[in-house]
């Protein structure tokens, strides 16, 4: 695994960052740290952090007498991430082999990074493995795209007019919307009292243009596909016109995402 952001991979995190993050992540971070009750003081690792938005919320409910990492396998999040919180740990690493000693942490936390993780199962082994007896794990994962209509819309403007990949790159993130085999994963590696809730929240972008241009500027990047602008401005051309229908009076473009969130405790004393 690379170590060192290139300036390419820096400007996806940063423009991840810049542009997703206000949009589609930050309105969950508060649920995830409240789904487990996150106290002053505690131990908190974020897995899949990208550019750290889970994390700075975690960082605010433990303050200074707590610890808070934030683990990602792409350098250009984590550089990202350095560089608008220097005060948490930030880690390059990939959730099936968590480089932290056993019971380490207090929380485990994970807001939209599970759909990645190449072996889940081993995945919650991991999450187990580094959580105190007592401690708690908390997983936030998109419904389908059935549940997410904006997305297959966006999904079909990148088909069309960019490439079935990536397409396909917008997609991945709604493949496990079935909370079932996510419970099975948690029980299976130990956990107990695993329980889930529905959420629905309101994803609010500058323009219906925007819902795709953060796509070509912060996701497909991560992907390999790089777009030029003239490139970039044939298909916001036509973002404009097929994702209409989420814009508001003012411009903005705004829908509503689904997702549950999975909580789980390690039996044991806390
Ligand atoms: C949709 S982003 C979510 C980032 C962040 N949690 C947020 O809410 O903004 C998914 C993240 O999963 C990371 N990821 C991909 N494969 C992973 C793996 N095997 N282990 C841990 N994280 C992974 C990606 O690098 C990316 O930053």
């Known amino acids: 695994m690379a170590t060192q952001a290139t300036e390419e991979e820096l400007a996806a995190g940063r423009g991840y960052e810049a542009l997703f993050v206000p949009a589609l992540f930050a309105p969950w971070s508060g649920h995830l740290v409240n789904s487990v009750a996150v106290h002053a003081g505690a131990q908190v690792l974020d897995i899949a952090c990208g550019s750290g938005v889970l994390a700075r919320t975690a960082l605010d409910r433990v303050g200074p007498s707590g610890r808070v990492v934030g683990l990602d396998p792409a350098p250009g999040m984590i550089g990202a991430a350095k560089e608008v919180e220097p005060r948490i740990d930030w880690v390059l690493g990939g959730a099936e082999h968590l480089p932290f000693g056993d019971a380490t942490f207090d929380?485990?936390?994970?807001?939209?990074?599970?759909?990645?993780?190449?072996?889940?199962?081993?995945?919650?082994?991991?999450?187990?493995?580094v959580t105190r007896p007592g401690g708690k794990v908390a997983l936030a994962i998109w419904h389908g795209v059935e549940e997410n209509p904006a997305y297959r819309d966006i999904a079909a403007v990148l088909e069309d007019h960019v490439s079935a990949k990536a397409a396909e790159s917008v997609r991945i993130p709604f493949c496990l919307g079935n909370p079932d085999p996510v419970a099975g994963l948690l029980s299976d590696a130990g956990f107990g009292d695993v329980t889930f809730e529905t959420l629905s929240k309101q994803a609010t972008f500058p323009s219906p243009r925007m819902m795709v241009e953060v796509e070509l500027r912060g996701w497909l990047p991560m992907f390999g596909i790089h777009l030029n602008e003239e490139e970039i401005a044939e298909v916001l051309a036509s973002a404009d016109t097929r994702l209409s229908r989420y814009a508001t009076t003012t411009g903005e473009a705004v829908f509503q995402t689904s997702a549950y969130v999975i909580t789980a405790q390690k039996p044991g004393a806390a």
């Open 107 to 129: 929380y485990v936390l994970s807001q939209f990074g599970m759909m990645f993780f190449n072996d889940r199962a081993q995945a919650c082994s991991e999450m187990f493995r």
